[in-house]
C-alpha cells in the first residue's frame, strides 16, 4: 500500500518500482527502442547492466521525462506518480544518462 501513496522507505522498494517499469519498457519494442536510442545504452549493456541503480535510475528518469508514459506505467502497475518520482531520487536520482555514458 506504501509505494502506491508514493511512499517508499527503502532502497528495495525503490528498485523494485524501477525493475517493474524496466519490464514495461522492455515489452513493447518501440517503447524499448526509444530509452535505448535516448540513453544511448545498447542493448547489450542493458542486459548486462539492468540491476544496476544508475541504469534503474536512467529508466524511471526516462518514465518521468515523459508525462503520457509515466501515466500509463503508474496505471498498469497501481501506482501513484509520486512514487516514480521517490524512487527516482532514492536510487540517486539527478540525470538520466545520455550518449556517451555508457563504456563501448
Known amino acids: 500500500m506504501a509505494k502506491r501513496l508514493g511512499m517508499l522507505h527503502s532502497q528495495d522498494e525503490a528498485e523494485e518500482i524501477a525493475l ?22 545498447g542493448p547489450g549493456d542493458l542486459r548486462e547492466n539492468a540491476g544496476e541503480r544508475h541504469v534503474l535510475s536512467a529508466v ?20 501513484l506518480p509520486e512514487a516514480v518520482g521517490k524512487a527516482h531520487a532514492i536510487l540517486g536520482g539527478g540525470r538520466a544518462p545520455g550518449p556517451g555514458d555508457w563504456p563501448t
Open 20 to 41: 517493474k517499469a524496466l519490464r514495461f519498457l522492455a515489452e513493447d519494442e518501440p517503447r524499448l527502442g526509444r530509452f535505448l536510442s535516448l540513453t544511448g545504452i
Open 60 to 79: 524511471l528518469g526516462h518514465l518521468l521525462d515523459d508525462e503520457s508514459l509515466l501515466l500509463l506505467f503508474v496505471s498498469n502497475n497501481g501506482l
